[in-house]
């Protein structure tokens, strides 16, 4: 057996110490403040690409007790084109990102691929930049949607090729994950996300 001096034992336990804190500090900051995520497919283009990182702010809308839905606080909801992380509704241990178009108690209508928000056509960025086409069972050319209490409407920027409200309906609150902030990876794309 190996034997260690005072001086070995006493940097043997401050590294473990350090080793231990720096873990419990990376677990506190990526449940509850700041978390990673990876791109995996098309649905925000030219927003976001496949393959970058982004960082989403995992306090923005209160914080979720880890593995449940339940929120502690909330300190102000998603708006009108915040881009989202949350649990996707059908399959919750899966991960989506898209952009909020409808808050509880909007109106939402996808006309001529506008989108029209309580009866006024959305012509602010990003909104002015994309065609939001008539897919799905829901938000059909002509069909006024009401987005219901605690639950949001959201599409993804490039709405051919995204599965987002259209298909599977609203997304309720307590599938909130936070709001996406940053690019970081690639380096030629890193920029703050609007």
Known sequence: MLKLNAAQKAWAKEFFETVVTAVILALIIRTFI???FKIPTGSMEPTLLPGDRILV??????VRVPFTFKRIGTFK???TGDIIVFNYP??????????CVGKPGDTVEIRKGQIYLN???LKTEPFNKYYYYNRGPLGREGEVLQVPQDAYFV????SASSKDSRYWGYLN???LIGKAVMIYWPPNRIRILK
């Open 90 to 99: 059908e399959e919750p241990n899966r991960d989506f990102i898209k952009r």
């Open 57 to 62: 702010l995992r306090f923005a809308y209160g």
């Open 34 to 36: 700041i978390q990673p």
């Open 173 to 175: 609150d307590k599938y």
């Open 119 to 121: 009866a006024a056509p």
């Open 155 to 158: 599409l993804g920027d490039n």
């Open 77 to 79: 909801a998603p708006e």
